[in-house]
T-cell receptor, first 113, second 113 residues
Framework: DAGVTQSPTHLIKTRGQQVTLRCSPKSGHDTVSWYQQALGQGPQFIFQYYEEEERQRGNFPDRFSGHQFPNYSSELNVNALLLGDSALYLC????????????FGPGTRLLVL | LAKTTQPISMDSYEGQEVNITCSHNNIATNDYITWYQQFPSQGPRFIIQGYKTKVTNEVASLFIPADRKSSTLSLPRVSLSDTAVYYCLVGEPNSGGYQKVTFGTGTKLQVIP
């Protein structure tokens, strides 16, 4: 049973560009959350998707947007990249129903130059 | 969401038992306590979760007093591979699928040979 997978593993972009990160949830999970983790900090919640809609959002600007597909996979899009967007982006999945905590993927390391 | 407070860092020698305490004074009735472990450049890994008293699995034990205002993660006989950051989180693991998890800065555990 594959866990949460993310792609790509690493990415280098320049300021002003746009980026798309992808996530496939753990089998049986239908809820996907995205987190940003700057170096030396704990993960910060960006938003959560369920039934292809954004359900909760953290304190992030509209430059950060997402999408969830019918197969529960998800994308995180960041527009007009800033140097401060350099971070490890983590995807976590969980089941909407039932008793289970979130499981995290390995993350995508984004470097903005 | 209940705020948590943990020590920023801890050192321990190999083979010793390590106890990391987390304070969560405003924990709500439906909140559970979850601990994650994170290695550099990897996603957080679920360790253990509990509601009250004591929970034990193959990796760790979690002690929760009756008032639930704190909890202690216990790692028996640590090895060098246990060097990581440990996060304590408090919240409902499944609140209608709209679970928003907030991480603090965590406790950086350094195991010394």
């Amino acid at each position: 049973d594959a866990g949460v997978t993310q792609s790509p593993t690493h990415l280098i972009k320049t300021r002003g560009q746009q980026v798309t990160l992808r996530c496939s949830p753990k089998s049986g999970h239908d809820t996907v959350s995205w987190y940003q983790q700057a170096l030396g900090q704990g993960p910060q919640f960006i938003f959560q998707y369920y039934e292809e809609e954004e359900r909760q959002r953290g304190n992030f600007p509209d430059r950060f947007s997402g999408h969830q597909f019918p197969n529960y996979s998800s994308e995180l899009n960041v527009n007009a990249l800033l140097l401060g967007d350099s971070a490890l982006y983590l995807c976590a999945s969980s089941p909407r129903r039932g008793w289970e905590t979130q499981y995290f993927g390995p993350g995508t390391r984004l470097l903005v130059l | 969401l209940a705020k948590t407070t943990q020590p920023i860092s801890m050192d321990s020698y190999e083979g010793q038992e390590v106890n990391i305490t987390c304070s969560h004074n405003n924990i709500a009735t439906n909140d559970y306590i979850t601990w994650y472990q994170q290695f550099p450049s990897q996603g957080p890994r679920f360790i253990i979760q509990g509601y009250k008293t004591k929970v034990t699995n193959e990796v760790a034990s979690l002690f929760i007093p009756a008032d639930r205002k704190s909890s202690t993660l216990s790692l028996p006989r640590v090895s060098l591979s246990d060097t990581a950051v440990y996060y304590c989180l408090v919240g409902e693991p499944n609140s209608g699928g709209y679970q928003k998890v907030t991480f603090g800065t965590g406790t950086k555990l350094q195991v010394i040979p």
